[in-house]
Protein backbone atom coordinates (compact mmCIF):
# COMPACT_ATOMS: atom_id res chain seq x y z
CA UNK A 1 0.00 0.00 0.00
CA UNK A 2 0.97 3.64 -0.07
CA UNK A 3 3.35 4.15 2.66
CA UNK A 4 4.67 8.14 4.03
CA UNK A 5 8.05 8.68 5.24
CA UNK A 6 7.83 11.19 7.37
CA UNK A 7 11.30 11.98 8.84
CA UNK A 8 12.69 12.70 11.63
CA UNK A 9 10.58 11.16 13.85
CA UNK A 10 11.76 13.91 16.47
CA UNK A 11 13.25 17.01 17.25
CA UNK A 12 14.58 19.07 19.99
CA UNK A 13 15.48 22.46 18.98
CA UNK A 14 16.27 25.54 20.95
CA UNK A 15 13.50 28.52 20.72
CA UNK A 16 14.41 30.92 17.18
CA UNK A 17 16.22 27.63 15.63
CA UNK A 18 14.69 27.05 11.80
CA UNK A 19 12.93 23.54 11.67
CA UNK A 20 12.74 21.30 8.45
CA UNK A 21 11.19 18.17 7.87
CA UNK A 22 10.15 16.21 4.89
CA UNK A 23 7.89 13.72 3.40
CA UNK A 24 8.97 10.81 0.89
CA UNK A 25 7.01 7.91 -0.75
CA UNK A 26 7.77 5.71 -3.45
CA UNK A 27 4.39 6.69 -4.91
CA UNK A 28 3.19 9.75 -6.79
CA UNK A 29 0.65 12.04 -5.65
CA UNK A 30 -1.23 14.73 -7.41
CA UNK A 31 -1.41 16.34 -3.58
CA UNK A 32 0.47 17.44 -0.28
CA UNK A 33 -1.14 17.92 2.74
CA UNK A 34 0.50 19.20 6.46
CA UNK A 35 -1.04 18.66 9.47
CA UNK A 36 -0.08 19.91 12.71
CA UNK A 37 -1.77 18.54 15.55
CA UNK A 38 -1.46 19.81 19.00
CA UNK A 39 -1.59 17.68 22.58
CA UNK A 40 -4.98 16.82 23.27
CA UNK A 41 -6.93 18.20 20.25
CA UNK A 42 -7.71 16.99 16.20
CA UNK A 43 -5.11 17.63 13.54
CA UNK A 44 -5.35 20.35 11.55
CA UNK A 45 -4.16 22.11 8.18
CA UNK A 46 -1.54 24.02 7.95
CA UNK A 47 -0.55 24.15 3.86
CA UNK A 48 -1.90 22.25 1.14
CA UNK A 49 0.33 21.93 -2.61
CA UNK A 50 -1.52 20.67 -5.09
CA UNK A 51 1.09 21.28 -7.93
CA UNK A 52 4.58 20.05 -8.39
CA UNK A 53 7.37 22.26 -7.77
CA UNK A 54 4.97 24.55 -6.19
CA UNK A 55 5.79 26.45 -2.56
CA UNK A 56 3.42 27.66 -0.40
CA UNK A 57 3.97 29.83 2.78
CA UNK A 58 1.70 30.61 5.86
CA UNK A 59 3.39 32.72 8.15
CA UNK A 60 6.75 31.22 8.85
CA UNK A 61 5.81 27.88 7.49
CA UNK A 62 6.71 27.09 4.42
CA UNK A 63 5.76 24.11 2.41
CA UNK A 64 7.20 22.81 -0.71
CA UNK A 65 5.50 19.91 -3.28
CA UNK A 66 8.44 17.93 -4.80
CA UNK A 67 9.41 17.94 -8.65
CA UNK A 68 9.32 14.32 -8.64
CA UNK A 69 5.97 14.37 -6.63
CA UNK A 70 7.22 11.69 -4.49
CA UNK A 71 8.17 14.09 -1.65
CA UNK A 72 7.11 17.14 0.44
CA UNK A 73 8.91 19.52 2.78
CA UNK A 74 8.14 21.49 5.66
CA UNK A 75 10.35 24.36 7.06
CA UNK A 76 9.59 26.72 10.08
CA UNK A 77 11.55 29.61 10.47
CA UNK A 78 12.26 31.04 14.00
CA UNK A 79 10.23 28.77 15.93
CA UNK A 80 8.31 29.63 19.42
CA UNK A 81 6.82 27.60 21.48
CA UNK A 82 3.76 27.63 20.44
CA UNK A 83 5.31 25.50 17.37
CA UNK A 84 5.72 22.62 19.87
CA UNK A 85 3.47 19.75 18.66
CA UNK A 86 3.44 16.70 15.89
CA UNK A 87 3.33 17.50 12.32
CA UNK A 88 2.03 15.21 9.96
CA UNK A 89 2.28 15.44 5.95
CA UNK A 90 -0.13 13.26 4.12
CA UNK A 91 -2.26 12.52 0.75
CA UNK A 92 -5.33 11.40 -0.93
CA UNK A 93 -5.28 7.32 -1.15
CA UNK A 94 -7.75 7.16 -3.61
CA UNK A 95 -9.41 10.19 -6.19
CA UNK A 96 -12.72 10.98 -5.43
CA UNK A 97 -12.76 10.09 -2.13
CA UNK A 98 -11.74 11.93 1.41
CA UNK A 99 -9.44 9.11 2.18
CA UNK A 100 -5.96 10.66 4.03
CA UNK A 101 -3.15 8.60 4.43
CA UNK A 102 -0.59 9.85 7.26
CA UNK A 103 3.09 10.03 7.88
CA UNK A 104 4.22 8.55 11.26
CA UNK A 105 4.93 12.53 11.97
CA UNK A 106 7.17 14.69 13.74
CA UNK A 107 7.32 15.51 17.15
CA UNK A 108 8.71 18.96 17.55
CA UNK A 109 9.81 20.03 21.27
CA UNK A 110 10.89 23.48 22.14
CA UNK A 111 13.78 24.55 24.99
CA UNK A 112 13.14 28.26 25.73
CA UNK B 1 -18.88 28.78 13.05
CA UNK B 2 -18.86 25.98 15.36
CA UNK B 3 -15.93 23.21 14.86
CA UNK B 4 -16.38 19.36 14.66
CA UNK B 5 -17.62 18.54 17.94
CA UNK B 6 -17.29 15.31 19.23
CA UNK B 7 -18.55 13.28 22.17
CA UNK B 8 -17.58 11.93 24.50
CA UNK B 9 -14.27 13.30 25.16
CA UNK B 10 -13.08 10.15 27.25
CA UNK B 11 -14.35 6.86 27.85
CA UNK B 12 -13.46 3.44 29.09
CA UNK B 13 -14.49 0.50 28.78
CA UNK B 14 -13.76 -3.73 29.22
CA UNK B 15 -12.70 -5.96 26.79
CA UNK B 16 -16.18 -7.27 24.92
CA UNK B 17 -17.97 -4.43 25.65
CA UNK B 18 -19.65 -2.24 22.61
CA UNK B 19 -18.82 1.78 22.27
CA UNK B 20 -20.80 3.97 20.40
CA UNK B 21 -18.98 7.16 19.17
CA UNK B 22 -20.40 10.85 17.91
CA UNK B 23 -19.58 13.47 15.69
CA UNK B 24 -21.22 16.53 14.46
CA UNK B 25 -19.61 18.02 11.17
CA UNK B 26 -19.26 21.90 10.60
CA UNK B 27 -22.57 23.57 9.65
CA UNK B 28 -22.97 22.85 6.10
CA UNK B 29 -20.74 20.26 5.50
CA UNK B 30 -21.74 16.46 4.37
CA UNK B 31 -18.83 14.68 4.34
CA UNK B 32 -17.75 13.20 7.18
CA UNK B 33 -14.55 10.54 7.74
CA UNK B 34 -13.21 8.56 10.87
CA UNK B 35 -9.67 8.41 11.57
CA UNK B 36 -8.21 6.09 14.70
CA UNK B 37 -4.90 7.03 15.72
CA UNK B 38 -2.32 4.94 17.92
CA UNK B 39 0.91 5.56 18.74
CA UNK B 40 2.45 2.40 17.37
CA UNK B 41 0.22 2.91 14.15
CA UNK B 42 -0.37 6.77 13.28
CA UNK B 43 -3.31 7.83 11.61
CA UNK B 44 -5.45 5.05 9.88
CA UNK B 45 -8.78 5.73 8.07
CA UNK B 46 -11.66 4.06 9.06
CA UNK B 47 -14.54 5.26 6.63
CA UNK B 48 -16.32 7.89 5.11
CA UNK B 49 -19.54 9.11 4.96
CA UNK B 50 -21.59 11.25 2.39
CA UNK B 51 -25.34 12.00 2.47
CA UNK B 52 -25.99 8.84 5.05
CA UNK B 53 -24.10 6.75 2.29
CA UNK B 54 -20.40 4.91 3.08
CA UNK B 55 -18.12 5.92 0.51
CA UNK B 56 -15.13 4.29 1.13
CA UNK B 57 -13.61 1.85 3.82
CA UNK B 58 -10.33 1.72 5.43
CA UNK B 59 -9.15 -2.12 6.24
CA UNK B 60 -10.37 -2.32 9.38
CA UNK B 61 -12.34 -5.50 10.59
CA UNK B 62 -16.57 -5.65 10.72
CA UNK B 63 -16.33 -5.16 14.48
CA UNK B 64 -15.63 -1.46 13.23
CA UNK B 65 -19.17 0.48 11.68
CA UNK B 66 -20.45 3.88 10.92
CA UNK B 67 -23.38 5.69 10.03
CA UNK B 68 -24.27 9.01 9.07
CA UNK B 69 -27.70 10.67 9.51
CA UNK B 70 -30.06 13.57 7.35
CA UNK B 71 -28.70 16.05 9.16
CA UNK B 72 -25.03 14.48 8.60
CA UNK B 73 -23.85 13.64 12.00
CA UNK B 74 -22.03 10.53 12.39
CA UNK B 75 -21.66 7.74 14.96
CA UNK B 76 -18.98 5.34 14.53
CA UNK B 77 -19.53 1.74 16.37
CA UNK B 78 -16.90 -0.72 17.99
CA UNK B 79 -18.32 -3.71 19.07
CA UNK B 80 -16.50 -6.49 21.28
CA UNK B 81 -13.81 -4.21 22.43
CA UNK B 82 -10.23 -5.51 22.25
CA UNK B 83 -7.40 -4.15 24.29
CA UNK B 84 -6.15 -3.06 20.98
CA UNK B 85 -8.83 -0.51 20.58
CA UNK B 86 -7.94 1.72 22.81
CA UNK B 87 -7.03 4.81 20.72
CA UNK B 88 -8.15 8.43 19.97
CA UNK B 89 -10.90 8.29 17.27
CA UNK B 90 -11.03 11.46 15.33
CA UNK B 91 -13.73 12.68 13.19
CA UNK B 92 -13.00 15.08 10.46
CA UNK B 93 -15.73 16.86 8.05
CA UNK B 94 -15.75 18.33 4.58
CA UNK B 95 -17.66 20.66 2.38
CA UNK B 96 -16.86 18.87 -0.92
CA UNK B 97 -17.09 14.98 -0.56
CA UNK B 98 -15.55 13.07 -3.17
CA UNK B 99 -13.30 16.16 -4.27
CA UNK B 100 -9.07 15.84 -3.17
CA UNK B 101 -9.47 19.51 -1.90
CA UNK B 102 -7.24 19.23 1.44
CA UNK B 103 -9.92 20.66 3.79
CA UNK B 104 -10.58 18.27 6.34
CA UNK B 105 -11.26 19.70 9.70
CA UNK B 106 -10.87 17.13 12.45
CA UNK B 107 -12.38 17.26 15.78
CA UNK B 108 -10.91 16.96 19.07
CA UNK B 109 -11.07 12.91 19.36
CA UNK B 110 -12.66 10.61 21.64
CA UNK B 111 -10.39 8.34 23.52
CA UNK B 112 -11.02 5.56 24.16
CA UNK B 113 -9.45 3.22 26.98
CA UNK B 114 -10.43 -0.18 27.25
CA UNK B 115 -8.81 -2.58 29.53
Known amino acids: GQQLNQSPQSMFIQEGEDVSMNCTSS?????WLWYKQDPGEGPVLLIALYKAGELTSNGRLTAQFGITRKDSFLNISASIPSDVGIYFCSTYSIQGAQKLVFGQGTRLTINP | KAGVTQTPRYLIKTRGQQVTLSCSPISGHRSVSWYQQTPGQGLQFLFEYFSETQRNKGNFPGRFSGRQFSNSRSEMNVSTLELGDSALYLCASSALAGKNTGELFFGEGSRLTVL
Open chain 1, 27 to 31: SIFNT
